[in-house]
């Protein structure tokens, strides 16, 4: 064995973020062998049989090398206790136990320290599990899970049902009976270890063999990793029998975080110029293949406070060529460390990896076996410098709902909101007039009398009335109708169907509905080209508004309720009067080069803002509300197209958001979101709904910079302005577990309390929407799912008022 080698990196970069502590060359190649580390040692195997303890809180970094084995270890684990402190080993000849606290002791006394034989001749052994109080070991041989006892050293019960072979094993913390097991045949399995029956067997997940496995005590979830770089996320909670909540493609999500760190101006890592060859740059500008990145080892993360929010739940990802910090809240990258980027670390391609959960002087040691060679490394790992120096930057000023600043003049909005004062010029007979006063010399009277004043009053014209008994309470009957009585706080959920109402004598589709802003009237865009507009109670005769030639597909009400805005497939798009019934203003197919996909009011309602395909368009209109009836002909009203926005990839924008009922430069467009701020102009950040708040609810500042998004296939995520990050994901699946929800686009909508936002409306297939409470933690699922019979939900909408 070669002498402990301690490298230090000659990069600045590479001194601040990784060192690596420890290299060594093994006889033999320990690639793909489970390894062990944890925040005291890192064991892995020596030379083929021998296991080999690195200290890492030992100022000297000894190491500590127990023999025992006859053929090559294949697998290490420690024990979760901290004493005594138990390490696990396996070969094919024994499965042995080694207490650390009398190996040392033997080693002090000159004695040669032996471990406890487990069992004999299982087989090849792939991973090793203790139980959370180390009284039960379980092993992974084959295609069987033995369950070995510590104190008795015998086989408790062999779990068999895998059709290859066992990859990875785990014990539940939450649960103690339950452990689960992956295997080469592309499946999960849950055990009962007590009893020693089947819980739960999954179904084929994917194309290639499943390695890794972790639990998440918090979310009450567990994750799985495979060859092909693959993440599923399995919920745990009862009642979700183990349905999957997300799947992430760590290489799409590898690409998005390197388009993003591009985008905000960070570039990669420096490397050392010296051990680069003349070829490095040419291998980089050629086309290269892409490259799988096998998920070789999961563990937690605990990021340093003021560098993530609070309570982030991040992980460890270790991969062949790199090291990933993923955020499980909303499942994207947040850090990633190139073993390329730093070339003086001796392994360049892993075969096995691990990193400890816990932290060391905040950082983190990550012990590495090299692909191809006999090498074997130990890293040393800062996560704060790590994050810091990928830290994506976003814009140059802080976007936000909440105009903190005045209209600059270059803005749209600086029209109709900013007047300048113009002085009327003085005619020629004004001027003369002023001229000739002004000639005039001026003359003082010393006295002057004046008619009427120097007699008594005949008539009285006002007494007051001083005899007015006052209590103290005013007389003041009438009331402020811009008062609105506050919802309350702990409101009961909707749990029932309360009222069903049938809008056509047909089937027709609810293409989209709103409540107005006082919470009286509903309007509702049908696909029969109707627009109708109910009683909030849904009692009563709609009123209808016709007009269209083709299905409904946006509707809108203004801020004071006069208004109704309503876009068609016919390509038009009509402003309504709610109280005369007719149309106001009308843009027709001369105008719009495209149908009108959204129309919403804005900037209370001093504006119209709509998508016309791959465009959006900002409208300064104006409505006549003085009409002469004998001049009906004469139409006043008219409209003028202020600002026009097109999309670099000329995708249709398909939904957009606004702010109406406060003063709001930023609106939200779909396609791949994207922020447009009116005062500053576009700027880089499926369905998309902003908290634009309501006349009966008190929000936080800081509660309007959240919306949520939505698309086909996908999950509901949660965004935050500020941060122009997705703040956390939810996926809603389907009534039956063979398959995801998404044939149709799922409608959002914002309920929301006195204080912050508490829940999410989701609309999905076959009559259900879920409720999605959005908690503290960053995270949301699925709260509580409504069925209504078996018709499709298009859209969803709340109502937050007191009847």
């Not at 001194?15 to 420890?22: A, C, H, L, N």
């Not at 060594?24 to 320990?30: T, Y």
């Not at 849904?538 to 801020?559: K, Q």
């Not at 467009?669 to 009116?678: A, L, M």
Request: charged share 15%; aromatic share 10%; glycine share 6%.
């Amino acid at each position: 064995m070669e002498e402990p080698q301690e490298i230090f990196p000659t990069g600045g970069y590479e001194s601040e973020i990784v060192m690596e502590k420890y290299v060594v060359d093994s006889k033999e190649c320990a690639s793909h062998v489970q390894l062990a580390c944890n925040a005291q040692f890192c064991a892995f195997p020596l030379d083929g049989n021998q296991l080999c303890l690195w200290g890492c809180r030992d100022p000297a970094h000894q190491l500590l090398i127990l023999q025992g084995h006859f053929q090559s270890i294949t697998a290490v684990a420690f024990g979760n206790q901290e004493t005594p402190l138990l390490i696990c080993s396996a070969s094919q000849d024994f499965v042995m136990l080694w207490d650390l606290e009398e190996c040392r002791e033997k080693i002090i006394q000159g004695l040669l320290p032996r471990g406890t034989v487990m069992s004999t001749l299982l087989g090849k052994v792939l991973c090793i599990r203790f139980s959370l109080s180390d009284h039960v070991i379980a092993v992974g041989s084959g295609n069987t899970v033995f369950m070995l006892d510590v104190k008795s050293h015998s086989v408790l019960v062999e779990l068999a049902g895998h059709q290859g072979l066992v990859t990875a094993v785990e014990f539940c913390p939450w649960q103690a009976h339950v452990l689960i097991s992956l295997s080469e045949d592309r499946s999960f399995k849950v055990w009962d270890h007590f009893m020693g029956s089947l819980i739960f067997s999954s179904s084929i997940l994917t194309a290639h063999p499943l390695l890794s496995l972790l639990f998440h005590e918090e979310s009450k979830q567990f994750v799985t990793g495979c060859a092909d770089g693959q993440l599923w996320v399995f919920s745990l909670i009862e009642g979700h029998h183990y349905r999957c909540v997300a799947h992430v493609d760590l290489s799409k999500k590898s690409e998005t975080f390197v388009t993003r760190r591009a985008k905000s101006g960070v570039h990669s890592l420096p490397v050392d110029e010296c051990t680069c060859s003349a070829g490095a740059g040419e291998l980089d500008l050629a086309a290269k293949p892409e490259a799988a990145r096998p998920v070789l080892s999961l563990s937690h993360c605990r990021l340093p406070q003021g560098l993530s929010a609070e309570n982030t739940r991040c992980l460890w990802i270790g991969s062949t060529t790199e090291l990933f910090i993923f955020n499980l809240a909303n499942f994207e990258v947040e850090a990633v460390l190139h073993f390329k980027d730093f070339r003086s670390l001796s392994v360049q391609v892993a075969g096995s990896c691990a990193v400890s959960s816990e932290t060391v002087d905040h950082k983190v040691y990550c012990l590495l076996t090299s692909m191809f060679e006999n090498k074997i490394a130990v890293l040393e790992i800062s996560p704060a410098a790590l994050l810091r120096s990928q830290q994506c930057l976003g814009p140059g000023k802080a976007l936000s709902v909440l105009a903190s600043s005045c209209v600059l003049p270059t803005s749209p909005l600086y029209f109709g909101t900013v007047k300048e004062k113009r002085t009327k010029p003085a005619t020629q007979k004004q001027s003369a007039v002023q001229r000739v006063t002004g000639d005039r010399p001026v003359v003082f009277h010393t006295k002057v009398r004046s008619s009427g004043y120097a007699s008594a009053s005949h008539v009285t014209m006002f007494s007051p009335k001083t005899n007015i008994k006052n209590d103290g309470k005013s007389s003041l009957k009438c009331k402020n109708s811009y008062k609105r009585e506050e919802y309350p706080l702990e409101n009961f959920l909707p749990s029932r169907l309360n009222k069903q109402v049938a809008l056509a004598q047909q089937p027709t589709a609810v293409s989209c509905i709103q409540y107005s802003g006082n919470g009286q009237w509903l309007a509702c865009g049908l696909a029969n080209c109707l627009s109708l507009v109910l009683d909030a109670s849904l009692s009563g005769t709609p009123a209808a508004f016709s007009g269209h030639d083709g299905a409904v597909s946006s509707i809108c009400w203004s801020h004071d309720g006069k208004w109704l805005l309503s876009a068609a497939r016919d390509w038009t798009l009509r402003l309504w009067s709610v109280h005369r019934k007719e149309v106001m203003l009308l843009l027709v197919m001369d105008v719009l080069p495209r149908p009108v996909q959204a129309a919403r009011f804005y900037y209370l309602d001093t504006f119209i803002l709509l998508s016309c395909g791959p465009e959006l368009w900002l409208l300064k209109y104006h409505l006549d509300t003085c009409k002469d009836e004998l001049k009906r002909y004469k139409v006043k009203n008219s409209y003028k197209l202020i600002h026009r926005v097109s999309l670099s990839n000329a995708a249709d924008v398909t939904s957009l958001s606004a702010v109406n009922d406060f003063y709001s430069f930023l609106c939200l467009r779909d396609s791949w979101i994207k922020f447009f701020s009116h005062s500053v102009g576009c700027l880089f950040a499926p369905l998309v709904i902003l908290l634009d708040g309501s006349s009966f609810t008190t929000q936080l500042s800081q509660a309007y910079n959240l919306f949520l998004t939505t698309a086909i296939g996908d999950g509901v995520g949660l965004w935050d302005l500020r941060t122009l990050r997705l703040t956390c994901m939810s996926w809603a699946p389907a009534l039956s577990t063979t398959g995801w929800q998404g044939t149709q686009i799922p409608w959002l909508q914002w309920p929301s309390t006195r204080r912050c936002p508490r829940y999410g409306l989701q609309g999905w297939d076959q009559g259900m929407f879920s409720l999605l409470p959005m908690a503290s933690q960053c995270t949301f699922c699925i709260w509580k799912s409504l069925c209504w019979q078996n018709f499709i939900i298009s859209v969803v909408t709340y109502k937050l008022s007191i009847d």
